[in-house]
């Protein structure tokens, strides 16, 4: 259960930053910041790089917490 909680919240807040990104590109591109959402064909993309990586970053996590279970406690 908490891995599925790390890979949402990860989830939640590089999907968050991948828009922010997008913005910002199309801001550069046509001259001025305008929050917008992506096609839908993008936005599906974006999401699939962002949970491939949240998925990622969840597996990783985990392997850390198994390789040195006592590093939590000096933290």
């Known amino acids: 259960m908490g891995n599925i909680i790390v890979t949402g919240v990860t989830f939640s807040v590089f999907m968050a930053e991948a828009l922010i990104h997008y913005n910002m590109g199309m801001a550069k591109s046509e001259g001025g910041f305008k929050l917008r959402m992506p096609p839908a064909k993008d936005l599906a993309k974006i999401a699939a790089v962002t949970g491939a990586f949240s998925?990622?970053?969840?597996?990783?996590?985990?392997?850390?917490?198994?390789?040195?279970?006592?590093?939590?406690?000096?933290?």
């Open 55 to 75: 998925i990622l970053s969840g597996v990783l996590i985990r392997g850390v917490e198994h390789v040195a279970p006592n590093l939590k406690s000096k933290i």
